[in-house]
């Protein structure tokens, strides 16, 4: 009987480490997501646009130290997840926000997100 609870006892310790670390989750930049720019000018002719994203940053247990460090990482997101479907331009990023959203962030810290559109330019 006493295995049997120590064994209950490591399995809810390692589910809770997996938790707690799924949850704060920092977004790094990768090799392809450093060659991805943002930008507010319209891209060219030239340049093909490959869909709309959204980056997010779980702010729960992520130790981030402000709204800044939490959008960056929702900005290192969305740039890997361009520079993965081909693209190296994001324009137009926005930060959505709604106002259930804003009632909320009082109480709990949600998610950052960034979304913008992809393109791939020369």
Not at 58 to 84: F, H, P
Request: aromatic share 6%; hydrophobic share 35%; with cysteine.
């Amino acid at each position: 009987m006493r295995k049997k609870m120590r064994t209950k006892f490591l399995m809810m310790l390692c589910a809770g480490s997996l938790l707690v670390e799924g949850c704060g989750s920092t977004h790094e930049l990768t090799a392809a997501g450093q060659s991805v720019r943002f930008t507010d000018e319209q891209p060219g002719s030239d340049c093909r646009l490959l869909g709309e994203l959204t980056g997010t940053q779980s702010n729960w247990l992520s130790g981030q130290n402000g709204e800044n460090s939490a959008m960056r990482g929702a900005a290192n997101d969305l740039k890997n997840r361009a520079a993965a479907m081909g693209g190296n331009v994001i324009y137009g990023a926005t930060s959505p926000v709604s106002k259930k959203e804003t009632y909320l962030a009082s109480f709990v810290p949600l998610d950052s997100k960034i979304q913008g559109q992809v393109y791939t330019c020369p």
